[in-house]
C-alpha cells in the first residue's frame, strides 16, 4: 500500500490549528516536526523555539487523497486570509507502506528536559549519566514526546513539584508522558484520564515499557461532576496541560478534586487565550503561585486555598 505525506510549515502558534484540521483527515494522526540542534556528539537534542515547525499527515492512496489534499488546502487558505500566524504552501509526496511505517521515528529523538528528565523515544539507544531519570516512550503518530513547549513546561514543573507518596491527576494524559514522569520521580500513585481511546492505548502500553502498571491507573473519560465529587480533595498535585477554554470548561472540577493547598499545573495556553483558563480559575477558589513561559506559551501554577 502507498501513503501520501502532506507537509506544511506553520509559526508555532499556529501548530494547534493547523494539526486539528490535519488530523480530521488523517486517520492516524499528525506528526509535529519541531526544528532541533544535536550536540556535536549527536546525544543532546534541543528545540529550536520561535523557529518555524512542519506538521505531517498520512494520507491512505485509496482514491479520496486528492479531495481531502485539496479540502485541506482550502482550508489552510483560510488561515492565511484570516490573518493568521505565518502557514506556509501545503507539500505532498507519495511513500511506500515501508517507509511510511518509519517516516515518523524520524522526527523523535532523545530529548532532555529540566535537570534530570530525558525522554527516550523506544526505538533509540540511550545510556543514562549520573542520577538522570529517562522514560521510555512510543508515542505513536498522534502523540508527543515532550518537545512541545507546553509539555516541555509540564515536565520541568512536575520535576520541580513531585514529592515522595504523593498522589496526582493527570487530566488528558495523551502519550502518558507527564504521569510517566510523576511516578519515575517518586509519586505514590497517578490517577491518569483522557477521552480518546488511542490516548488510552498509548499511555497504558507505555506506563506498561516503564513498569509503571502498578502506580499509574488509566481511564478512558472525562473529569465530571460526579468524578470531581468522588475525589474531593484527594490529589496533592493536578495536571491538565489541555487548551485554555476546555480548563475554564471543567475549572470547578479541576479545584474540587486537588486537596487543601495542594497544586494544579496547567498548560496549552496561549497568551491570548489565558483569561479563557485564569478567570473560571481564579472564581473556583484557586489562587496563582508562579507561571512560566516559552514564547507565547505558559504554564500555570495555582494553589488551592485552605
Not at 104 to 123: A, F, M, Q
Not at 235 to 245: K, M, R, S, T
Not at 282 to 298: H, P
Request: aromatic share 6%.
Amino acid at each position: 500500500m502507498q501513503w501520501l505525506e502532506l507537509t506544511v510549515q506553520v509559526h508555532p502558534e499556529a501548530v494547534e490549528s493547523v494539526s486539528e484540521l490535519l488530523s480530521t483527515y488523517s486517520r492516524d494522526g499528525v506528526v509535529i516536526e519541531e526544528p532541533y540542534k544535536l550536540s556535536d556528539d549527536g546525544q543532546e537534542y534541543s528545540i529550536l523555539t520561535g523557529e518555524p515547525v512542519q506538521v505531517h499527515a498520512y494520507l491512505p492512496l485509496d482514491g479520496t487523497e486528492e479531495e481531502k489534499r485539496q479540502e485541506i488546502a482550502r482550508g489552510l487558505w483560510h488561515f492565511t486570509s484570516l490573518g493568521a500566524h505565518f502557514v506556509g504552501e501545503l507539500h505532498s509526496r507519495v511513500v511506500d507502506e515501508e517507509d511510511w511505517a518509519n517516516a515518523w521515528k524520524d522526527y523523535y529523538h532523545v530529548t532532555h528536559i529540566g535537570k534530570r528528565l530525558v525522554i527516550r523515544p523506544s526505538w533509540r539507544e540511550y545510556t543514562p549519566k549520573d542520577d538522570e531519570v529517562v522514560l521510555t516512550l512510543d508515542p505513536g503518530m498522534a502523540f508527543g514526546t515532550g518537545v512541545h513547549p507546553t509539555t516541555r513546561m509540564c515536565l520541568e514543573r512536575v520535576e520541580q513539584l513531585v514529592r515522595p507518596g504523593m498522589q496526582v491527576l493527570d487530566v488528558g494524559t495523551g502519550s502518558g508522558i507527564l504521569a510517566l514522569a510523576a511516578a519515575k520521580l517518586g509519586a505514590a500513585h497517578i490517577d491518569a484520564i483522557d477521552n480518546s481511546s488511542v490516548a488510552v492505548e498509548s499511555s497504558k502500553a507505555n506506563a506498561e515499557m516503564n513498569d509503571l502498571q502498578a502506580q499509574i491507573d488509566i481511564v478512558l473519560g472525562v473529569l465530571d461532576e460526579e468524578g470531581a465529587r468522588r475525589n474531593e480533595g484527594h490529589y496533592d498535585l493536578v495536571l491538565a496541560n489541555i487548551i485554555a477554554h476546555i480548563i475554564g470548561s471543567i475549572a470547578p472540577q479541576l479545584a474540587r478534586v486537588v486537596a487543601p493547598h495542594g497544586l494544579l499545573v496547567v498548560s496549552g495556553i496561549i497568551e491570548a487565550r489565558r483569561a479563557d483558563a485564569e478567570g473560571p480559575l481564579l472564581a473556583a477558589g484557586l489562587e496563582l503561585v508562579e507561571e512560566t513561559r516559552i514564547d507565547d506559551w505558559l504554564a500555570l501554577t495555582y494553589r488551592k486555598r485552605a
